[in-house]
């Protein structure tokens, strides 16, 4: 991507003009590719204009605010909610997508690289979202991209989207953020969106609770970020002592995919199940949150508690990637 000054928002080196409706919102011509792009006044700016967005689907289904825009749709790794989140996202601000999801029937079968594969969608679109199984690839595609480039997940490093909505979420439920007790559980050295999530509350006064088997916890790269913030944590091996005292139970898939040991992850994929009688022993206002999908790891008779958030997640999802599509490319 070509960098924007910030003062002006222009684009560095381009001649054409901005669009008349353009917005100075700091994120105009920008990539997304890591939470720590964002601190508190960035977040709520992308919270209010999901809001508006929300209430724009509510009222009208939809809005001609991106018409003419395309957005190409990159994903290496298999996907649902974000990939078919980030297309709605699209279709009800009035623009069109182009899905490389089936990268076996693309050009990446025959030996093309990650850099030529988005130069050539840009070629076509304004703006790129990538899912990739390598970490750091968004950022490496990022150098070779002209256009804004949304990283939706780069193997075991981020997935600031998912973050971003996570956190939305959580204000819209117990509507506050500062002083929440939040234990991630599961698969914490894999899981990215628990990555950018603990990234994320670290700009907010939060106590952690890093629950996780030994072998799968939270890598030393993000702990020393939480050491350094100086927010409190704990690391457990279970959720029994805790359960009655916090705020956010925020559950994650034992990440299959990245096993290179099978029988390691038959010992461990069912390690930690989310049950009634569990819910049972936990606040009333405590909310139980997942990135999704799930296998094991939360019983489906948990899904009708009221407590139980990652339905609203999943559909938050959709006006927080509407808010950045529209930021991103100056509309909103
Ligand atoms: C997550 C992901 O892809 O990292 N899913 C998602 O985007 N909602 C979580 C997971 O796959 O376990």
Redesign the pocket.
């Known amino acids: 991507m070509i960098a924007t000054d910030v003062a002006t928002g222009q684009l560095k080196g381009a001649s054409r003009a901005l669009p008349a409706d353009y917005v100075n919102n700091g994120f105009f011509g920008q990539d997304i590719l890591s939470v720590r792009q964002f601190d508190r006044a960035k977040l709520q700016y992308i919270y209010r204009v999901a809001d508006e967005m929300r209430s724009l689907v509510n009222r009208f289904g939809k809005a001609n605010l991106l018409e003419g825009k395309i957005l190409a749709n990159l994903f290496y790794e298999p996907?649902t909610?974000?990939s078919s989140s980030f297309q709605a996202a699209m279709y009800r601000l009035g623009g069109r997508c182009i899905s490389i999801n089936e990268v076996h029937y693309s050009s990446v079968t025959k030996g093309e690289s990650l850099p030529d594969t988005v130069r050539t969608l840009e070629s076509y679109c304004d703006l790129t979202v990538l899912r990739h199984p390598q970490k750091g690839a968004a950022e490496i595609a990022a150098r070779y991209a002209r256009k804004p480039l949304i990283n939706a997940?780069d193997g075991t490093g981020e997935?600031p989207t998912?973050a971003l909505l996570d956190i939305y979420t959580i204000e819209d439920d117990l509507h506050r953020l500062d002083g929440l007790k939040v234990a991630m559980m599961g698969d914490l050295k894999y899981?990215?969106?628990v990555h950018s999530l603990t990234r994320l509350l670290g700009l907010y006064n939060t106590q952690f609770y890093f629950v996780a088997p030994e072998s799968l916890h939270l890598p030393e790269e993000i702990l020393a970020e939480v050491r350094a913030s100086g927010q409190p944590f704990a690391e457990l091996q279970s959720v029994d002592e805790i359960i009655g005292d916090i705020d956010v139970l925020y559950m994650?898939?034992v990440?299959k995919e990245r096993f290179e040991n099978p029988e390691e992850y038959e010992r461990l994929g069912r390690l930690f199940v989310v049950d009634p009688a569990l819910m049972a022993r936990a606040k009333s206002d405590m909310i139980l949150m997942h990135?999704?999908?799930r296998v094991y790891e939360i019983a489906m008779e948990v899904d009708d508690d009221p407590r139980a958030a990652y339905f609203r997640q999943m559909e938050n999802g959709m006006y927080i990637r509407m808010a950045l599509l529209a930021a991103v490319l100056g509309k909103a």
Request: proline share 13%.
């Open positions: 996907s909610r974000t997940g997935h998912q899981g990215r969106t994650t898939r990440q990135p999704l999908p």
